[in-house]
């Protein structure tokens, strides 16, 4: 969890600091990481780095709750079979919004690296819910490290949620 002394920064220096840890774990995988980069693109100490993270790990896991908190705004709360064609438009433009959100890569290496290295969890979600869920994060999984299967991936999910 993001130490205290990191939210209490002014916005620009946690956008920065933010801005660097992107730059890093876009381009490495966690388990090859440094915080010695990290600090110097982002232009602080490396004291400083331990005073807003507890550890690389952590550092990591506030990136990727960021930007996943930022490209999961507009989708809807609940996938149901009523809302199909929406919830596949917004899937549609989650991938897009990533892309231009400067989250692809980041994405990206999680689902190729850091996803095993972080090791995995029970999905915490009702059952009547976690149907729905497993299929768009597998669809999402699928487009992002293969964008040119968007189409073919949509209508396997479209076909799978109409049977749900």
Same mark, same amino acid.
């Given at each position: 969890?993001?130490? %205290?002394?990191? +939210?209490?920064?002014?916005? !620009?220096?946690?956008?920065?600091?933010?801005? *660097?840890?992107? #730059? &890093?774990?876009?381009?490495?995988?966690?388990?090859?990481?440094?915080?010695?980069?990290?600090?110097?693109?982002?232009?602080?100490?490396?004291?400083?780095?331990?005073?807003?993270?507890?550890?690389?790990?952590?550092?990591?896991?506030?990136?990727?709750?960021?930007?996943?908190?930022?490209?999961?705004?507009?989708?809807? %709360?609940?996938? +149901?079979?009523?809302?199909? !064609?929406?919830?596949?438009?917004?899937?549609? *433009?989650?991938? #897009? &919004?990533?892309?231009?959100?400067?989250?692809?890569?980041?994405?990206?290496?999680?689902?190729?690296?850091?996803?095993?290295?972080?090791?995995?969890?029970?999905?915490?979600?009702?059952?009547?819910?976690?149907?729905?869920?497993?299929?768009?994060?597998?669809?999402?999984?699928?487009?992002?490290?293969?964008?040119?299967?968007?189409?073919?991936?949509?209508?396997?999910?479209?076909?799978?949620?109409?049977?749900?």
């Amino acid at each position: 969890m993001v130490l %205290a002394t990191f +939210t209490n920064l002014p916005h !620009d220096k946690q956008a920065r600091i933010r801005q *660097a840890l992107f #730059t &890093e774990f876009e381009e490495y995988p966690l388990a090859e990481a440094q915080v010695a980069r990290i600090v110097k693109e982002a232009g602080i100490a490396r004291g400083a780095f331990y005073k807003y993270f507890a550890d690389l790990t952590d550092a990591y896991q506030y990136a990727f709750d960021f930007a996943l908190a930022e490209i999961h705004q507009k989708m809807p %709360a609940k996938p +149901t079979t009523e809302n199909i !064609d929406f919830y596949l438009q917004r899937i549609t *433009a989650f991938i #897009t &919004e990533t892309q231009q959100a400067g989250y692809r890569k980041f994405i990206k290496m999680y689902y190729l690296h850091n996803e095993n290295y972080l090791g995995s969890k029970a999905t915490q979600i009702d059952s009547d819910k976690w149907a729905f869920k497993v299929l768009y994060h597998q669809t999402v999984r699928d487009v992002v490290l293969d964008p040119a299967a968007l189409d073919v991936r949509l209508g396997q999910l479209k076909a799978a949620l109409q049977k749900l």
